[in-house]
Nanobody, 115 residues
Framework: QVQLVESGGGLVQPGGSLRLSCAAS????????MRWYRQAPGNQRELVAL???????NYVDSVKGRFTISRDNAKKTVYLQMNSLKPEDTAVYYC?????????WGQGTQVTVSS
């Protein structure tokens, strides 16, 4: 019954910005840690950022200082603000949370950074 729906991806030039959104249902959103992953063709799925129920955040080194994860508990939505985008950021970005020790995933949204 858990559902996660990502949006906001697209094509952007290097140095540009995008804001991804993930709308959640089927969980008491405010008590869950939320995560953003990404996966490029031929690569493993990589944890990009997480935000805990208390608002504590963590990021993979490659995006520190450029990406910001945030949450709006009233809207049951988690965001990923991506600035200073690089071609290496090109991937499908997925929203994730864990319920009863099981991963729940959104459908993914494509981010392409290219000139």
């Amino acid at each position: 019954q858990v559902q996660l729906v990502e949006s906001g991806g697209g094509l952007v030039q290097p140095g540009g910005s995008l804001r991804l959104s993930c709308a959640a249902s089927g969980i008491i959103f405010r008590i869950y840690t939320m995560r953003w992953y990404r996966q490029a063709p031929g690569n493993q799925r990589e944890l990009v950022a997480l935000i805990s129920s208390s608002g504590s955040t963590n990021y993979v080194d490659s995006v520190k200082g450029r990406f910001t994860i945030s949450r709006d508990n009233a809207k049951k939505t988690v965001y990923l603000q991506m600035n200073s985008l690089k071609p290496e950021d090109t991937a499908v970005y997925y929203c994730n949370t864990i319920n009863n020790a099981r991963d729940n995933w959104g459908q993914g949204t494509q981010v392409t950074v290219s000139s």
